[in-house]
């Protein structure tokens, strides 16, 4: 009868199966101290924290540079030890300290890499500044927009792509530069993909390659007919 009650109480407080932590698993580490995590019994899971669903404890691990902290203490906060560590883990972009794909010269943390091109200061772009979101938006290489420096010339004719002429159309002073690509594979009327950029001709090329229907044969045809008038009228 003495045995029958023991082994009554014995399971009365023995937690039940599915309450029970796993004893063969050493508890995982806190997120954010050096205390061990608890273990949710509702969920059948260890917790992140050392609370279960938070840290409780002040006496914290920076998660930048892993010295430990106490809480709102010389300047530390709940996840970091020092400004310099928020600054760090708070932004992670500024990890890296990016430089001019030109010139190489440290970019200020407020500037990034883009989405076309990478980071290329200020200084590098000036002499292409009025140009270069059009080289942007037909997502032509940087390599290729840097050789504009010292070869400013249309792929065709030769003439400076540069310098500002007064449009026809709109009256404003704009570059020669006209991105050519292949209207087989993006339109005229949209930029360009990148993959299809043909060169970097001037307006007036741009416009007699449309007028040839950008077919060769047409164009040899013209200038051979061109060299047969100029030798004719010799």
């Avoid at 892993?66 to 300047?75: H, L, R, Y």
């Avoid at 030109?102 to 002499?127: F, L, M, Q």
């Avoid at 930029?191 to 060169?199: D, E, L, P, T, Y």
């Amino acid at each position: 009868m003495v045995n029958e009650q023991l082994s009554i109480l014995e399971l009365a407080t023995q937690p039940s199966q599915a309450q029970a932590q796993p004893a063969e698993d050493a508890p995982p580490r806190c997120r954010m101290c050096a205390r061990p995590a608890r273990w949710i019994t509702t969920a059948q899971e260890w917790g992140m924290y050392c609370a279960g669903r938070a840290c409780s404890n002040r006496e914290r691990i920076c998660q930048q540079c892993g010295n430990t902290f106490t809480m709102s203490v010389d300047g530390a906060g709940t996840k970091y030890c020092s400004t310099e560590c928020k600054a760090a883990g708070y932004h992670p972009y500024r990890r890296t300290q990016h430089r001019c794909a030109w010139c190489g010269k440290e970019a200020p943390h407020s500037r990034r890499p883009g989405s076309v091109w990478p980071y290329i200061c200020d200084n590098c772009t000036a002499p292409i500044k009025h140009v270069v979101d059009r080289l942007k938006s037909h997502r032509v290489p940087h390599e290729r927009a840097r050789q504009l420096l010292t070869e400013p010339g249309c792929e065709i004719c030769g003439v400076d792509l540069l310098k500002r002429v007064r449009s026809s159309g709109h009256g404003k002073n704009t570059a020669r530069l006209v991105v050519d690509h292949d209207h087989d594979c993006c339109p005229a009327s949209t930029h360009s993909c990148g993959q299809c950029v043909r060169g970097l001709i001037c307006h007036s090329c741009n416009i007699a390659a449309g007028l040839v229907r950008d077919d060769p044969k047409i164009a040899q045809a013209l200038a051979s007919y061109l060299d047969r008038s100029r030798e004719s009228a010799a």
